[in-house]
């Protein structure tokens, strides 16, 4: 058996283990586009991100007119999700990674009444905004956080912006919220899957 | 060199290409799981499925026992998911496909007011239901939908339940649900969504 035989087994077993990787490394792809790392323009203004409806929700609270003499701060209902990778971070860790994107989509208050009973139905979307979480680019007076709003209103939110003043946004969070500027408080998913790995996304029942 | 010397490289390989195929395939493995197919017991129960908090979130209705003399018949939020393959067969179509699953998350209302006003904010998990879409199993009296309840109650939820009978849920759903017994007036995010593609997933900035 010369050289050339003997390594034959060998380059065909590398060719096969080329083509498993390529195939399986097709569905890790795919599985990256739901990283959602911040990118930013030249000017330092936060790119909206894609795809934030697939994120993982985190809750919704409601401070609507009705119940705010009419001039709520916050009159919309909040749905809000964190980003995938932060989501499995967390339920391993029970931390905001260093990356962490929480976005709040904007739903006016739609229906009031509806044969569940008298309450609140969302209604149409009416703004987009974003926590970051990035100790690196942002003040210590602001636990390492920005803030960004996309615009207070219907589609198409604004495609950049820059971060919120601090009293726009960070006083309120600095003062208030449970964990790391989170108001994990509102949020019992957070709550319930803080550490918890899997089972924190739903445990499902047996077979 | 003798036949054991020689093979030592492929041993070695096919370690190698073991060990990275079982890597890659522990992501695609988990990748399967974003498919939820419904699984019933021999006796027909649902069984719970696993992870519904990763599901895509469609909407938060809420009519609270303050609204409703205390005695809302759906007094908690309510946490509305759809599983994540006829999330994307929505995007694609505008129809609730063959297998749909619309989980039902509740939660208490917990906080009434905070530094953003007076309102609702979620308080602890409490409960979980289910609604499944199978022509070929549910009566057509029900548009081919039926129920589940896993319980009013935090978790643990039950394991498995028995479809809630007609007058339960179905009823309501008949008679008021927008699209496919499903309340999509309710729901901005599937009605932006249908049709729509990926851009229903929300769409990102330019850079």
């Known amino acids: 058996m010369n050289l050339r035989t003997r390594n034959r087994p060998t380059t065909h077993l590398l060719a096969l283990v080329g083509a498993v990787v390529t195939l399986l490394m097709s569905g890790a792809v795919a599985d990256d586009t739901k990283r959602y790392e911040a990118t930013f323009t030249a000017d330092g203004e936060l790119i909206r991100p894609s795809g934030w409806r697939e994120w993982v929700f985190v809750g919704s609270p409601l401070t609507p007119n009705s119940l705010n003499g009419g001039e709520a ?3 919309e209902f909040h749905s809000v ?3 995938p990778e932060s989501w499995a971070h967390w339920k391993e860790t029970g931390k905001f990674r260093e990356g962490t994107m929480l976005a709040k989509e904007l739903t006016l208050v739609g229906a009031t009444a509806a044969t569940s009973g008298i309450g609140f139905f969302n209604g149409d979307l009416q703004g987009f905004e974003i926590a970051h979480k990035d100790s690196s680019r942002y003040s ?3 636990g390492g956080w920005a803030y960004y709003s996309f615009g207070h209103k219907p589609e198409p939110y604004a495609d950049t912006t820059a971060a919120q003043p601090i ?3 960070a006083a309120c969070h600095t003062a208030a919220a449970a964990d790391d500027m989170v ?4 949020y019992p998913i957070l709550k319930t899957a803080k550490d918890a790995g899997d089972d924190g996304a739903g445990v499902g029942g047996e077979q």
Do not use: L, M
């Open 73 to 75: 701060p916050f009159p």
């Open 81 to 83: 999700y964190i980003d």
């Open 140 to 142: 210590k007076d602001t």
């Open 167 to 169: 009293a726009a946004c």
């Open 183 to 186: 108001f994990t408080q509102y």
